[in-house]
């Protein structure tokens, strides 16, 4: 099993995390969002995944080679294919408020403070992108954080590591990247102090990958 994906891209570290929580083994490619205007431009890498995105998740199945890509379908792969303790719950409900919280992650705010957003706000439209950053994803936090005041115990959504948690670690370490305040955060800070613990954290942190940058 092969892990496409960059040291700092949050996306890649929701699904670096996951397959440590689950203990999945796997080889880790780099893809440099940087090198050479970035390498998931390229005619190879665009074979693997159209949208020229990192993650893409590879393995071989029956002698066939799969693929797929975005990290929330990614972990719901591994959490159904492989066995260890489960991200997604067994209940309707609380399986559909863990969805609820990660796309607030996904889809509310991430896409904000993605790379070539940025690139083209401050080059195409020159808008200041830290202004940008600080409003959209601020925004986007404070409604997880208000979310998570109902949901939250141990972890995001009671007491287990769920795919929410998933998405939490990675956005706080960019929202620290962005200068986006945290302070009206406190349940999302409880939250990560948790997951901060835990060997799955530390493994998949981006310091800790093979082509982080000093």
Known sequence: MKLYNYWRSSASWRVRFA???????????????LKDGGEQHS????ALNPMEQVPTLEWIEDGETLRLGQSLAIIEYLDGAFPGPRLLPANPYVRAKVRQLAE???AGIQPLQNLELLRYVRDDLKGDT??????????GIRALEAEALHTASEFLVGDEVTLADCGLVPQLY???RFGVELTDCPTLLRVEARLQALDAYRSSHPDAQPDAQP
Request: hydrophobic share 45%; glycine share 2%; net charge positive.
């Open 104 to 106: 607030i992650v996904n």
């Open 130 to 139: 830290a202004a940008w950053t600080r409003h959209f994803v601020g925004r």
């Open 19 to 33: 397959l440590a929580y689950k203990n999945i083994p796997y080889e880790y490619v780099a893809v440099s969002l």
């Open 174 to 176: 960019a929202c620290r």
């Open 43 to 46: 005619e190879s890498y665009r």
